[in-house]
């Protein structure tokens, strides 16, 4: 069968291509290979020793579920839970929560596995589900592999009577969470005092939590698009739609503007004029800012293809570091965990504080910011001059055979006689996407004219040559 995980975890269209049936036997498949595998025990719940399980390890697995909230998730999670609990794992919902809400409780109460119901920006019929190891870090690629076997193999041997799992609900670990994020905050909590923000929480897993963390932080805060109502998550809002937000911001008088996704993993970020503030200039500053602390890790950041040349002219420029990657928040921290390296992330909004989680963090991330414009009193603007960014255009061509764009010469060739116009001064990057069935063109050059001439003339020649 063709492979069910991608860069992000299985996503699919709700009840077509990601099923209640599948769900089920991911859930039940992910516990036993976890379970084989064996993780650290969780320690004693609520004082009392977990029992053995059947499976090999000595206790029995503990599983944290949250979910966005798109209405599919309500049966996506009952079919997960369902496929949990069968395979002999304990199971604490923890309701509808941010996906890093979700690393931060599994690393937090020592369970084995976390469970995450969403498809991030993608639109309201798709779902997705994404798993976490014990310590909150996202499953590696074997792990994954080696899950997808069990689906596709015999069925195991279920337990029995008392040996099921147990299911319960305990939203409050999410409190743990908050009181985490405003940990991080340089100044301490109440550090955001006198700054106006307006987040746009995309309807998505953020709608309570990120504008009440900003209030915590002491932010006057306006919520958009926070109402949670999950038949319009990433409807013309959130982190992939920001004129509702850059005009918020104006109309508001606010200081700044935070975007998140249906997730909240990723963060973008408007400035005061209503400026767009992309990942590479948060980037950019939080490098910045770390290494002026002395908390920028082998004075090094960790970007992915995508990041725009800007971007590394300017860390160049500071005496910084960058490795770069494939595209993948996961190959972000990969490379950051191999390399002890403490800040990583994309130019879409996933950046990665590693001192302080395990996977991106888009209520994270924006503490950062905002703590960086209180901290050094300085508008978002002037924060953002950190680089320069090199005009990119990005092309998404859909309809067209993705798995075929890295092996045809057509497209091999056209591509090189792009670089040979560029000559230097830019880049082309053209790949499939590893969460979206369609082909990304990516053109960086010294205008944006010309930028947009040599991607359209390649996003053409891929229209035609993967039909």
Do not use: W
């Not at 084989?36 to 009392?48: A, E």
């Not at 901290?375 to 055979?401: C, F, I, W, Y």
């Amino acid at each position: 069968m063709a492979r069910l995980f991608g860069t992000d975890g299985v996503r699919g269209v709700a009840n077509a291509d990601l099923t209640a049936e599948l769900a089920l036997a991911l859930a039940s498949a992910a516990v036993e290979e976890v379970a084989d595998r064996g993780t650290p025990p969780p320690g004693p719940v609520d004082g009392v020793p977990v029992a053995r399980s059947a499976h090999g390890i000595d206790h029995r697995p503990l599983v944290v579920v949250g979910r966005d909230t798109r209405p599919s998730g309500e049966f996506l999670e009952a079919a997960v839970v369902a496929g949990l609990a069968r395979a002999g794992a304990d199971v604490t919902r923890i309701g509808v929560v941010p996906t890093p809400a979700v690393s931060y409780v599994v690393a937090a109460t020592g369970a084995d596995l976390g469970v995450m119901l969403s498809a991030s920006h993608n639109p309201m019929p798709d779902n997705g589900i994404k798993l976490f190891a014990a310590g909150g870090l996202k499953l590696p690629d074997d792990v994954e592999d080696a899950i997808e076997r069990r689906i596709a193999g015999p069925a195991a041997r279920r337990p029995v009577a008392a040996a099921v799992g147990r299911v319960r609900d305990d939203s409050t670990l999410v409190d743990g969470y908050v009181d985490h994020l405003l940990a991080t905050l340089p100044g301490g909590p109440g550090g955001l005092r006198g700054l106006r923000v307006v987040v746009d929480c995309a309807q998505g897993a953020a709608s309570d939590l990120a504008p009440r963390v900003l209030r915590a932080a002491g932010a006057d805060v306006i919520a958009l698009h926070a109402d949670g109502d999950g038949l319009r998550i990433n409807d013309r809002s959130g982190a992939t739609h920001l004129d509702s937000l850059r005009d918020a911001v104006v109309a508001h008088g606010a200081d700044a503007g935070i975007a998140h996704d249906g997730d909240a993993d990723r963060c973008l970020a408007v400035d005061s004029a209503g400026e767009i503030v992309d990942g590479d200039q948060i980037l950019a500053l939080c490098a910045l800012a770390l290494a002026e602390r002395g908390e920028l890790e082998r004075g090094t950041v960790v970007v992915t293809v995508m990041s725009n040349l800007g971007f590394h002219h300017a860390m160049r420029d500071a005496g910084i570091d960058v490795v770069t990657t494939p595209v993948g928040d996961r190959y972000v921290l990969e490379a950051m965990r191999s390399g002890a390296y403490s800040l990583g992330g994309e130019q879409s909004g996933h950046v990665v504080f590693l001192r302080h989680a395990g996977t991106g963090d888009g209520l994270l991330t924006a503490l950062q910011i905002l703590g960086r414009m209180a901290e050094t009193s300085q508008p978002l603007h002037e924060l953002a001059k950190a680089m320069t960014r090199l005009p990119q255009v990005l092309v998404n061509v859909r309809g067209v055979d993705r798995a075929r764009a890295e092996t045809s010469d057509e497209l091999r060739a056209a591509v090189a006689d792009a670089e040979a116009e560029l000559a230097g001064a830019g880049r082309v990057l053209l790949r499939p996407s590893g969460t979206e069935p369609l082909v990304r063109v990516m053109v960086e050059a010294p205008t944006d004219e010309l930028a947009r001439d040599v991607a359209g003339r390649l996003a053409d020649v891929v229209q035609r040559a993967l039909r």
